[in-house]
């Protein structure tokens, strides 16, 4: 089981990552989109274009993000409006003060999916620890009450 301080640690290292990639002059993040389009060219057999890749990249890269903050807040659903509220700043920062890169509704959706995606894979593990966490709770309600029996 994934801990929350955990995840609340590899969030913030993967947010970095994030702004890095979407924040940044494009050129600073070339190497991601290459390693990107060698593996979707490769996995493909060569017959994915790079508008495709782009589209399968930017759902990949909100995978991560749904996952932790699905763990971190144990509510999947609201990792999801994260993630969309995330992009959707993303793309007004781009649309606003970087004119070198293309903001899009688009990336909005598919960054959505990939949290979407993420929040589900993550749901057995925040349904783990919920469950133990009221486990938890209910052992300590019933040594309090035996307490209060003497």
């Not at 993967?14 to 990639?21: G, H, K, N, P």
């Not at 495709?52 to 409006?81: S, W, Y």
């Not at 903001?103 to 929040?119: E, Q, R, T």
Request: net charge positive; charged share 15%; hydrophobic share 55%.
């Amino acid at each position: 089981m994934i801990r929350r301080p955990l995840a609340a640690v590899l969030l913030a290292c993967y947010s970095v990552v994030v702004a890095r990639l979407t924040l940044a002059d494009p050129a600073a993040g070339r190497w991601a989109f290459e390693l990107a389009d060698a593996a979707a060219w490769r996995a493909s057999d060569g017959r994915l274009e790079w508008s495709e890749t782009e589209v399968i990249a930017n759902v990949a890269l909100f995978v991560p993000a749904g996952f932790l903050l699905a763990v971190l807040l144990g509510r999947p659903l609201l990792a999801v409006a994260v993630t969309v509220l995330a992009s959707a700043c993303i793309e007004l920062a781009q649309q606003r003060f970087l004119p070198t890169r293309v903001p899009s509704l688009a990336d909005v959706w598919h960054n959505g999916l990939g949290g979407l995606i993420g929040a589900v894979l993550a749901a057995p593990f925040s349904q783990v620890g919920a469950r133990a966490a009221g486990r938890r709770s209910r052992r300590a309600g019933s040594v309090a009450q035996r307490a209060g029996q003497y």
